[in-house]
C-alpha cells in the first residue's frame, strides 16, 4: 500500500515518544500489504474495526491512542486522517475527520 501523510504520525511521535516504535512497525508493515477490501485490513489487524467511508481504526500502544486512516482499495492507497490519544479520539467522529482541514478563503 502507499501511505500519504507519513508527516502526521512523524509528528505525533516526537510528542508522544513512547508510540514512535509501534507507529513505525505499523507503517513499515503496511507498506507491504496489498488489500483490496476491509476484511483484508482486520485479517491482517485482527483489533483493527472498519467504518463507514473505507476507513478502519487501530489502536496503538494498547489502546493509548488511536489511528484512523482512510483506504483506497482500488489504487493501493492510504490516508492518515487522526492520530491521537484516546481521549482526543473521544472527541471526533471517526467516520468525517480529517488531519489536513482545508484554508479557508479570502473574501
Known sequence: ????????????YSVHPNCKITLQKWYHDVLSK???KP???TKDYNTARSIKNNRVIFKISENEY???I???YQKGWVFIKFVGTH???DAIDPET???FKPKKQKK
Open 87 to 89: 481521549a482526543e479520539y
Open 97 to 99: 475527520v480529517n488531519l
Open 39 to 41: 476484511s483484508d485490513v
Open 66 to 68: 488511536r489511528l484512523i
Open 34 to 36: 496489498q488489500w483490496k
Open 1 to 12: 500500500m502507499n501511505i500519504y501523510n507519513l508527516g502526521s504520525l512523524i509528528a505525533f
Open 70 to 72: 482512510e483506504v483506497n
